[in-house]
């Protein structure tokens, strides 16, 4: 009986790491800041996702502000033209408006818009001898809450989120690897392995994710 030829070994050759090239930034309604980065691949639409979102852009010039970047969750360009741009902490804001050469107040916050010029539109008094209508138009319903924007690196399964950077894997074999939750349905966690971009999604339960080391995190 001959022997089975030994299998040949195939050697992978993981995907090249996507480098942050600029950056998208500015402030919600409420004044929270919100930033995140784009590879050059990617920088076209980000752009465009800008203009749409009145963001600013900032283009990474050098290692060291790529590397500031990477402070930040990797946004996404949706199909309808808007970008995933998460929610930042503050003490990091200040640096992107630097980077952006827009001038600080004293208390190292941009300014805020200025309000547009002219008088102040004339309220119409009611008529003599009769009373003011009161308003039926009724308030605005509130906004429904958004998806909970999570810590890039969470220490706490409670600070996992979009755009939170895990531990996953497609098997007891296969060893953990980094994801990032890029949607959550539930206690379901859509993912995409941070270094293989080009896999399809991957769905996980909470209780089948794991939190990076604390040197890492």
Same mark, same amino acid.
């Given at each position: 009986?001959?022997?089975?030829?030994?299998?040949?070994?195939?050697?992978? $050759?993981?995907? /090249?790491?996507?480098?942050?090239?600029?950056?998208?930034?500015?402030?919600?309604?409420?004044?929270?800041? /919100?930033?995140?980065?784009?590879?050059?691949?990617?920088?076209?639409?980000?752009?465009?996702?800008?203009?749409?979102?009145?963001? /600013?852009? $900032?283009?990474?010039?050098?290692?060291?502000?790529?590397?500031?970047?990477?402070?930040?969750?990797?946004? =996404?360009?949706?199909? *309808?033209?808007?970008?995933? $741009? !998460?929610?930042? /902490?503050? #003490?990091?804001?200040?640096?992107?408006?630097?980077?952006?050469?827009?001038?600080?107040? *004293?208390?190292?916050?941009?300014?805020?818009?200025?309000?547009?010029?002219? !008088?102040?539109?004339?309220?119409?008094?009611? #008529?003599?001898?009769?009373? +003011? =209508?009161?308003?039926?138009?009724? !308030?605005? +319903?509130?906004?429904?809450?958004?998806?909970?924007?999570?810590?890039?690196?969470?220490?706490?399964?409670?600070?996992?989120? @979009?755009? *939170?950077?895990?531990?996953?894997?497609?098997? +007891?074999? #296969?060893?953990?690897? #980094?994801?990032?939750?890029?949607?959550?349905?539930?206690? $379901?966690?859509?993912?995409?392995?941070?270094?293989? +971009?080009?896999?399809?999604?991957?769905?996980?339960?909470?209780?089948? @994710?794991?939190?990076?080391?604390?040197?890492?995190?």
């Amino acid at each position: 009986m001959s022997a089975k030829p030994a299998p040949q070994l195939v050697a992978e $050759v993981p995907l /090249r790491p996507m480098t942050p090239a600029l950056v998208l930034f500015g402030r919600d309604d409420a004044g929270r800041p /919100r930033a995140a980065w784009f590879d050059v691949s990617e920088a076209k639409l980000a752009a465009q996702a800008a203009e749409v979102m009145n963001l /600013r852009v $900032v283009q990474l010039a050098d290692d060291e502000q790529r590397a500031f970047a990477d402070l930040f969750t990797h946004g =996404r360009v949706f199909s *309808s033209g808007r970008a995933f $741009v !998460p929610y930042v /902490r503050r #003490e990091l804001f200040p640096r992107l408006l630097e980077l952006a050469g827009v001038q600080l107040d *004293s208390d190292g916050t941009d300014q805020a818009p200025a309000a547009e010029d002219g !008088p102040p539109a004339a309220t119409q008094e009611p #008529e003599r001898g009769t009373l +003011p =209508r009161a308003s039926t138009a009724a !308030p605005p +319903p509130p906004a429904p809450p958004g998806p909970f924007v999570g810590h890039k690196l969470p220490r706490d399964r409670d600070e996992i989120g @979009l755009g *939170s950077i895990v531990l996953a894997h497609e098997g +007891p074999d #296969e060893g953990w690897w #980094e994801a990032e939750v890029i949607g959550i349905n539930g206690t $379901v966690h859509s993912l995409r392995w941070r270094d293989y +971009p080009t896999q399809p999604t991957i769905l996980r339960r909470a209780d089948e @994710l794991a939190l990076l080391p604390p040197a890492k995190a």
